[in-house]
């Protein structure tokens, strides 16, 4: 009996590491660039067109062409780690979390950020969204979106 409840307990606790713990509401793209500051460090899920292009990785709305003003720049969890640790003060560790992926998330995140140049998909995505107080990110972009999580790859536009 025990090791039944043992097993249970550990099982929820591998959910819990394994997937969200914490609730998140779909927001658009529009949305966030629309009040940036309310989501800026916070954990968000998206749901847009992640394009990729000749040195540029963005999330933007699926019924425009995309532009600096009207998308987020896109880093993944890598990158972002990588930047921090070059970046941060010395004697200071950066405090990015990096999630912990099933196979079969870490299947999706990687057959996304390997498309070819000039694909547009559309994409349901998590991850920590920031808004630069100055400078920003890629080639004039205010705001980015660290890549946790693609929670869903839909059709090539």
Known sequence: MLSNRLTFAVGVVLV???SSC???RVVSVEALLQHPERFNHLRVTVAGCYVKGFERTVLGPCARQT???NSVWVDSTEYALAEAS???DAGSKPTLAIPVLSRQERARYLRLLKQPSGTITSVLVQGEFQTATSGGYGPGYKNRLI???VLQIKANQ
Do not use: E, F, K
Request: charged share 5%; aromatic share 0%.
């Open 16 to 18: 819990c590491v394994t």
């Open 22 to 24: 914490q609730p998140s």
């Open 67 to 69: 532009s600096p003003a």
């Open 86 to 88: 070059v970046t941060s």
């Open 147 to 149: 890549l946790h999580r």
